[in-house]
Structures are given as structure tokens and as C-alpha cells.
């Protein structure tokens, strides 16, 4: 397994803790949405701090974009842990 990703799933172990456990879309989107932000302030934070930002001002579209961005942010990372973990 890759030492980049063990790190942060130990950081942010309740969140993951919270998605396995949530029940109802509502709970489960906010449990899931916790984790995303919980990652994303270890890795991706400019995103992080543009869905912060977009919420504070209670602008949903713009929340919601940022949020996406968040997440392909964090795709590419867990991308580059897998490709640099291959070359090890």
C-alpha cells in the first residue's frame, strides 16, 4: 500500500469511519463531504480553501464547483502516489 495515501487515511480515519457508518443520503453526503475537505486540507488546500470560501459567501453553484475541483485534485494525487509507488 502507498505511504502518501496510509498517511492520510490515518489522518482523516474518523471520516472514513463516518462514511462506513452513515445511513440516509443526507448524512452520508455530509460524512462523505467531511472526509473530501478533511484530505483536501492536507493536499489539495488552495481547493479546500475555495469551497470554505464559496460557502462562507453561501454561493451553491460556485460551492459545488469548487468542491469538484477539490476532487480531482485529489484524484490526481492518489494517481501520482499510485505511479510514484511503481517506480519504488
Keep these: ?15 472514513f469511519e463516518a462514511v462506513g457508518k452513515c445511513e440516509g443520503d443526507e448524512a452520508c453526503s455530509q460524512a462523505h463531504f467531511g472526509l ?13 480553501n475555495q ?5 462562507e ?15 480531482s485534485c485529489l484524484a490526481k494525487y492518489a494517481a501520482k502516489a499510485r505511479e510514484s509507488n511503481k517506480q519504488h
Design 36 to 48: 473530501v475537505m478533511c484530505m483536501a486540507a492536507k493536499v489539495c488546500k488552495e481547493q479546500a
Design 57 to 71: 459567501k453561501g454561493n451553491e453553484g460556485s460551492t459545488e464547483a469548487a468542491f469538484a475541483d477539490v476532487q
Design 1 to 15: 500500500s502507498n505511504p502518501a495515501m496510509a498517511a492520510l487515511r490515518e489522518h482523516c480515519a474518523s471520516h
Design 51 to 55: 469551497v470554505h470560501a464559496q460557502l
